[in-house]
């Protein structure tokens, strides 16, 4: 690839309107994060070199900045990308996942979660946000949802993340208030999985 | 629209909602952490406002950071839509960020508030936005942050229950009737602001998302919608709230918080909503108080002898 | 009949006009103007640039005029405007030994190179009133100084020539941080904090404040045995380094007032005895502020010389929080604001707990007839 077409695909495919894309897509993630496991749309229009999906790309121009250090994981990572991410919100890309503020990476290749940042017990809150992207939001294997955010108890079907997702997540729950809170995207749909939300398999649907 | 408005003619010219994009940022990702976090003061780093602090600069962030064209703002101090700083605050937002405003509760979809919360249930969708002067609730047991952060990372919360076991000793009930600590989700201890302890049972499993920004103390903090909020008690003290012996004296509500109005120099007085919307939505549905305007027409003289108490 | 209480727009709308009223004052004079303030209060002005740290005098003199004199008001307007600004960058640290210095003085050298130069300073006026500034007489230009445009050695540097006084730097000097230092208004604070931040909260920090704290360790509230090594006031350059050209752009000059204390220290397990530091730099020329400002520096630094902290100077959390005077009064002024709620609340429990009080106060005095 040469220079000239990094160039252009660095600075095009980012927010038409940056200021309204911005806090539409803010919006979308608060109230993900407020209700774990509902979908929600990303109202964005950006445009991501390969192979970052769009979703990844409208939280990434929304969300970070020149205080985000950003860890891109296999199957999220491209020089494109990088370009893209330093032209378009000035975010320092980072080699070590526990030092990242935010990471994006592909359901397939996701990280351990303990590899990344979980804060401290003082400062929860320096922890990474975890962007995966995932096959689809629905059709499955179920997850049972419970914590903040949901009434009793929620069911959710995401495609394509890994077997020991709910085991990791048990591991990590332990310990809250440590943890890394989770997005899970498909194209421009989203949900959260924020590290409040205890997530479970559906041991009655596994048995029969 | 557009994404800047101009203040004072050409000489300033301010983002929407005020705050620049990077601000708005920090803020939100803070945000972000407190919801995943329930009851945990996010530190963030506190923008100087074109109002003093300790006048909801902290709400005032917040709402700047969440708020968009689609939504509609409703601003209350004490209650009450009309009350000075609820009215400048309310003139703020439609001046730089040209939002629809509303006085209706139901109509909100982001209400911020200082010390009350309204007495219609919130809904889904809906965002209140407190105002926090002192975000943290062992403030007053021990005024080092070094020190309470390491209580709260430790869930150290005895001396808490010791301030209020002293309470019920001297007093022979808790003395704290506003900003009274509540525990959320099981984990943290939290100041709700000071809210009347009437308001606290309003936390627990609310529809609604709620959202605590203190600007001057630099801390954010939420509670996700349908989460578990307690008011902190003993077995044989359980928590209680505050109760009135009659109802609003315009609008006949039971069950609500009333001011109480000085009506002369006599001792007369007479309770009424502190929640304006709630008062007026009632008198607009046909309720009526002992000293409501149109009862008062017809015996004015010993509607108001009965105020005395 | 009760009507509520209404039309809080139209209260807020007229009290800001009779606030311009007032403020203009008696039409038939002249209206002050910023020039004038400019030149003519122009510590006023600077004691504005320093605590809402920004230099514009210009903005510094419409916001003394916006806030009628009162200096915190004018202070919170600046500091508001400050907060929209964009940041293009941090510039290079400020060389002040390259100072062309108005005044320098040293209480710690009769005579050292360059000599004490006193400047425009009020030190050796007697505080008479002078009926002649009530009019507009002629004022004669003052001389100018023979060794003018030199820049001047620095105190401390002498005493480092001999190992006398801690270094600036206590590392390798080579190894010196390369990062822009720490900036609280964009960043959360957090306990304990490194120096660059705490002496970013002094210098914005309140004069009255740093100035009775400054006052306390002097009278014994931790004593740090200072001397006033140098005080010096004048113009420095402040350069940008642009990576695109390879070198440092100038950007302008600044007024500042920068003070280095030389406190005696007996040494600890680590240290030997020796003279060590307070730091005091303040925008425009305020010798009262950068003075407070190294003796609160020198006390804060109590902990890392291993020192006991047993004075309110020396409390880091204390000092810190409740330096910054725009938090302060807004704060403290907020209890203006409507509390009805709570205190109903509060009313609510005094006369629950007063109606027990008398209650059993009765039933003891029931109980004492009985027994009679």
């Known amino acids: 690839m040469t220079e000239a077409v990094l160039s252009t695909l660095a600075v095009s495919g980012g927010f038409n309107d940056p200021v309204f894309e911005a806090q539409g897509v803010f919006r979308a993630l608060m109230d993900a994060t407020a209700r774990p496991g509902t979908l929600h749309d990303l109202p964005a229009s950006v445009a991501p070199p390969a192979p970052l999906g769009p979703g990844s790309g409208a939280i990434a121009v929304s969300m970070c900045d020149p205080d985000t250090p950003v860890w891109l994981g296999d199957g999220a990572d491209s020089e494109g990308v990088r370009a893209w991410l330093s032209f378009q919100c000035g975010a320092p890309v980072v080699q070590e996942p526990d030092k990242s503020t935010f990471a994006f990476v592909r359901a397939g290749a996701m990280p351990a979660l303990n590899a990344l940042a979980l804060g401290t017990q003082e400062y929860p809150d320096r922890s990474t946000t975890l962007v995966v992207e995932v096959e689809a939001l629905e059709g499955g294997p179920r997850l049972i949802l419970e914590g903040p955010g949901i009434d009793g108890q929620r069911t959710v079907k995401p495609m394509g993340l890994p077997e020991d997702f709910a085991a990791q997540r048990s591991a990590s729950r332990a310990l809250f208030p440590r943890g890394v809170d989770i997005v899970l995207v498909a194209g421009l749909r989203m949900m959260a999985l924020p590290r409040s939300t205890v997530v479970s398999h559906d041991n009655e649907t596994e048995a029969g | ?309 | 009949m009760y009507v509520a209480v209404k039309g809080g727009e139209a209260a807020i709308a007229n009290a800001h006009k009779m606030l311009a009223d007032r403020r203009r004052g008696d039409r038939s004079l002249p209206s002050i103007t910023v020039e004038q303030l400019v030149e003519q209060l122009a510590l006023a002005v600077d004691r504005v640039m320093a605590e809402a740290s920004l230099y514009a005098p210009e903005l510094a003199a419409l916001a003394v005029k916006q806030a009628r004199g009162d200096m915190i008001e004018a202070i919170f307007l600046l500091r508001a405007y400050r907060t929209t600004l964009p940041r293009f960058g941090a510039s290079q640290p400020v060389e002040t030994g390259e100072m062309i210095a108005e005044r320098r003085v040293s209480a710690t050298y009769k005579d050292l190179p360059g000599g004490q130069v006193l400047g425009p300073t009020f030190d050796y006026t007697h505080r008479l009133l002078d009926p002649a500034l009530v009019g507009d007489e002629a004022v004669e230009a003052a001389p100018a100084r023979e060794s003018e445009g030199e820049p001047l050695t620095r105190v401390a540097d002498i005493l480092a020539q001999e190992d006398l006084i801690e270094r600036a730097y206590a590392g390798d000097p080579t190894e010196m941080p390369q990062e822009p230092s720490g900036d609280l208004t964009r960043e959360p604070m957090e306990f304990p904090m490194a120096r660059d931040l705490r002496l970013q909260a002094l210098a914005r920090g309140d004069e009255g404040f740093l100035l009775a704290l400054g006052y306390s360790t002097q009278r014994g509230y931790g004593r740090t045995h200072p001397f006033a090594g140098e005080i010096r006031i004048g113009e420095v350059e402040v350069e940008v380094d642009v990576p695109e050209l390879g070198f440092a752009v100038s950007l302008g000059r600044i007024r500042v007032t920068e003070c280095q204390m030389v406190n005696q220290f007996a040494g600890s397990a680590k240290l030997p005895p020796q003279f060590t530091r307070g730091y005091g730099l303040v925008f425009g020329q305020s010798e009262r502020k950068a003075m407070a400002m190294a003796l609160v520096d020198r006390s804060l630094r109590a902990g890392e010389l291993g020192e006991d902290r047993v004075a309110p100077a020396q409390d880091e959390e204390f000092v810190i929080s409740h330096a910054d005077n725009v938090q302060a009064t807004g704060f403290v002024e907020h209890l203006k604001l409507p509390h009805y709620v709570d205190f109903q609340a509060e009313l609510d429990l005094v006369r629950r707990m007063r109606a027990e009080f008398e209650a059993r106060q009765r039933s003891e005095s029931d109980t004492q007839e009985a027994a009679e």
């Open chain 2, 1 to 309: 629209m557009s994404a800047a408005t101009a203040l004072g003619g050409d000489l300033a010219t301010y983002n929407f909602a005020y705050l620049d994009e990077q601000t708005k940022r920090m803020i939100r990702r803070a945000i972000l952490k407190a919801i995943a976090i329930p009851g945990y003061q996010v530190p963030f780093a506190s923008r100087e406002m074109p109002m003093p602090y300790g006048w909801g600069t902290g709400g005032v962030q917040v709402t700047a950071s969440i708020i968009g064209p689609q939504d509609v703002l409703k601003v209350i101090d004490q209650g009450a839509d009309d009350t000075t700083n609820a009215v400048s605050i309310r003139a703020f937002f439609q001046k730089v960020a040209n939002v629809s405003v509303t006085t209706k509760t139901r109509e909100a979809s982001i209400i911020q508030t200082r010390h009350r919360i309204p007495e219609e249930k919130l809904q889904a969708g809906q965002v209140l936005v407190y105002q926090v002067p002192i975000p943290e609730p062992l403030r007053f047991l021990e005024p080092r942050e070094t020190e309470t952060r390491k209580m709260h990372a430790l869930e150290e919360y005895g001396l808490m229950h010791v301030k209020l076991y002293e309470d019920i000793a001297r007093h022979g009930h808790i003395a704290t009737t506003y900003a009274y600590p509540v525990l959320v989700s099981g984990r943290y201890v939290m100041d709700p602001s000071p809210t009347p302890k009437f308001d606290n049972p309003k936390m627990d499993m609310s529809e609604a998302l709620q959202l605590f920004g203190a600007g001057r103390e630099k801390r954010i903090y939420a509670i996700p919608p349908h989460t578990k909020v307690v008011s902190l008690d003993f077995e044989d003290h359980p928590f209680e709230i505050q109760t009135f012996d009659e109802p609003c004296a315009l609008c006949g509500a039971e069950g609500v918080y009333l001011d109480e109005v000085i009506l002369d120099d006599r001792g007369g007085r007479m309770f009424v909503c502190s929640d304006t919307d709630h008062c007026e939505s009632r008198r607009a549905d046909g309720h009526r108080g002992r000293l409501s305007p149109d009862e008062a027409y017809a015996g004015h003289g010993k509607t108001e002898g009965e105020a005395v108490r």
